[in-house]
């Protein structure tokens, strides 16, 4: 009894310091077609962060499994940034169901009926707290139409049924209630609050662009009411047109549509006639929208504005990863293999997809829509610089906000510090380390960093050192040619099909014959060249030569990374690498088939100081 009694003070005390550390009053409500926060209108424009609650994108070379779970710096990267975008709220997407074909370590929310992972729900604990902490609301969907993340058909297939069994068999529905109410029902164990008492929560969704009939909906919504008298719930159908049955159910509380290029009407013309369908029935919410020109999105960010519409979400934000760099994900569907997902602060690598121009009207109408002024961005908070074990590999977790970097190196940890390089842009690569100190001279150095913006420079990173450099590294990107010595044959610069590339945005490609050289400032010591293989795989050729006439060969090994095509349809990632090369100032690669090379790193000695 007395330690029931002391776990029961801990939970209330805890909860007690959380209620007095959030940033949020009051509960989402609706009446009269809008939202309201207390007395006062809710109205909001953000984007979706659909790897909030699972990251589906952590696609490194050597990485063979793309899902993990999002860590404390990458939850508060996400909710932090969309707080500086003028976002309040934003879209996870779904409660993520176990996959027979999930590959081993894959982690999931739901892992069969009434069994859940500890692991996953104390990360969206790890959320909402953070949420709380930010003030930017949550909307989460409880199941998906799609099986990306497993959602009706992996309910269907535990009972060997069909997944459109899902909308109407009993035993289904039962345990699809059986997810819902473990989670409505669960007490935070970073916050010591129920999720149905958490005012982080804007709303709980249906699911995902479900295709539920009216009758699943209504009883699934007055489920989630018998259990949560505190948040709204919002209709998940699947539509571009409001369905007007939904407006008219009592425990339905906001509508939504979503918007994609292949509907005769533009975005603007369905929202505006979506408001006003709605207009003083239900709040009305535009939950995706996306993959059109930036014309075409200002359009819809002005219908979501001008009308009665409550709030929109872009599709979709991608946040800094905690090894350094971003999360990245192109859309080779819908968005053409074209669109990528957002960051911010934009960058040129989003220059395909006007990323700069458009998400700075994004945040300008973020502000507007809450009638308040938009603000100078806040100069950014130091990073953080990771551990250093090469100097060619030189990675930090950003800060929010910040544009660039700068680089600064002192033989000692006191200084005397000189500027490596300055706007160094953390977009640029993708998975890999930010910066390669590439005419680092021998010895001991000690490294530190800042972050810049139009506002300011931040203070200095955390130091990091010594790092003992022998031998120096010249790393190439491949975004375009001009480290290269000399080439030959047919090679072009690719940068589509980056999903299939696991996200390297640019490559070498070429086809058999085609030869590239590098000339070092130095003998070549050992190399590395991260190839792809869109079709069969081949080998690469490898020689070292003194006067870059005569060459000898070299004999690479190699190392594969395949987890299979999947559904992104990937190709081979494969290694080649020698050491103690020994001999050589100049390297030459010769491709024997189809090759897409994405990045290549040379060591030599490095140079005295």
């Known amino acids: 009894m007395r330690i029931r009694f002391l776990t029961a003070f801990i939970f209330i005390v805890t ?87 999930d590959l081993p370590g894959t982690p999931r929310h739901v892992l069969a009926p009434g069994k859940f992972n500890e692991d996953a729900f104390r990360t969206l ?67 010591g609050v129920r999720y149905c008492d958490d005012k982080s929560v804007l709303c709980w969704e249906t699911g995902n662009e479900i295709v539920s009939p009216a009758a699943w909906t209504r009883e699934i919504a007055r489920y989630i009411k018998s259990l949560d008298a505190n948040h709204l719930v919002m209709d998940g159908f699947n539509t571009a047109t409001l369905r007007p049955e939904s407006l008219e159910m009592p425990d339905v509380d906001i509508v939504t549509t979503h918007h994609y290029p292949g509907n005769k009407k533009s975005f603007a013309e369905l929202i505006r006639a979506n408001a006003e369908m709605a207009r003083g029935k239900k709040p009305y919410v535009v939950g995706e929208f996306g993959f059109v020109t930036t014309e075409k999105m200002v359009a819809a960010i002005s219908a979501i504005v001008d009308t009665s519409c409550s709030g929109g979400m872009l599709w979709s934000l991608r946040f800094r990863i905690r090894d350094g760099g971003f999360y990245w994900h192109s859309e080779p569907g819908l968005g053409g293999n074209l669109y990528k997902a957002f960051h911010w602060p934009s960058s040129v690598m989003g220059n395909d997809y006007d990323e700069i121009k458009l998400l700075a009207i994004v945040r300008s109408n973020a502000f507007a829509i809450r009638g308040i002024p938009e603000p100078p961005v806040s100069i950014p908070e130091p990073p953080k610089l990771l551990p250093i074990a090469d100097a060619s590999a030189i990675s930090w977790q950003g800060s929010v906000g910040a544009s660039s970097y700068q680089v600064e190196r002192a033989a000692k940890k006191t200084g005397d510090w000189k500027i490596v390089i300055t706007n160094v842009d953390e977009a640029l690569t993708q998975y890999r380390p930010q910066f390669a100190d590439e005419m680092v001279p021998a010895g001991k150095w000690f490294y530190r960093i800042r972050a810049k913006n139009e506002s300011g420079i931040s203070e200095p990173s955390n130091i990091v050192g010594p790092v003992r450099v022998k031998s120096a590294t010249l790393v190439d990107e491949l975004d375009n040619f001009s480290k290269v010595s000399s080439q030959s044959g047919s090679w072009k610069i690719a940068d589509r099909s980056c999903r299939a590339a696991k996200e390297d945005a640019y490559r070498a490609a070429g086809i058999t014959g085609a030869v590239l050289v590098y000339k070092l400032p130095n003998v070549v010591e050992s190399f590395r060249v991260s190839a792809f293989f869109p079709k069969e795989e081949s080998d690469v050729k490898f020689s070292v030569s003194n006067d870059g006439q005569n060459f000898h060969d070299v004999t690479a090994q190699k190392e594969i990374y395949f987890h299979g095509a999947g559904e992104y349809g990937y190709w081979k990632p494969v290694l080649f690498h020698a050491e103690k090369v020994g001999g050589g100032r100049f390297l030459k690669l010769e491709l024997t088939g189809e090759t897409q090379l994405g990045r290549v790193e040379i060591s030599h000695p490095a140079l005295s100081k």
């Open 15 to 101: 909860a007690s310091v959380f209620a007095a550390d959030s940033s949020l009053h009051n509960f989402i409500t609706a009446r009269d077609g809008k939202l309201f926060d207390g007395e006062k209108e809710f109205r909001f424009l953000s984007l979706n962060l659909p790897n909030l609650l699972i990251v589906e994108d952590n696609v490194p070379f050597a990485e063979e499994n793309p899902w993990r779970l999002p860590d404390k710096f990458e939850i508060n990267d996400a909710l932090n940034t969309l707080q500086a975008l003028g976002g309040t709220v934003t879209r996870s997407y779904v409660i993520t169901v176990v996959k027979t074909n």
């Open 125 to 191: 604990d790890e959320i909402l707290a953070a949420a709380n902490r930010t003030g930017v609301r949550v909307v989460i969907p409880f199941v998906d139409n799609w099986a990306w993340q497993g959602g009706r058909a992996e309910y269907a297939a535990w009972r060997g049924k069909t997944k459109d069994d899902f909308w109407t068999d009993p035993e289904l529905i039962a345990d699809f209630k059986l997810t819902i109410h473990f989670i409505l029902t669960r007490t935070n164990t970073v916050t």
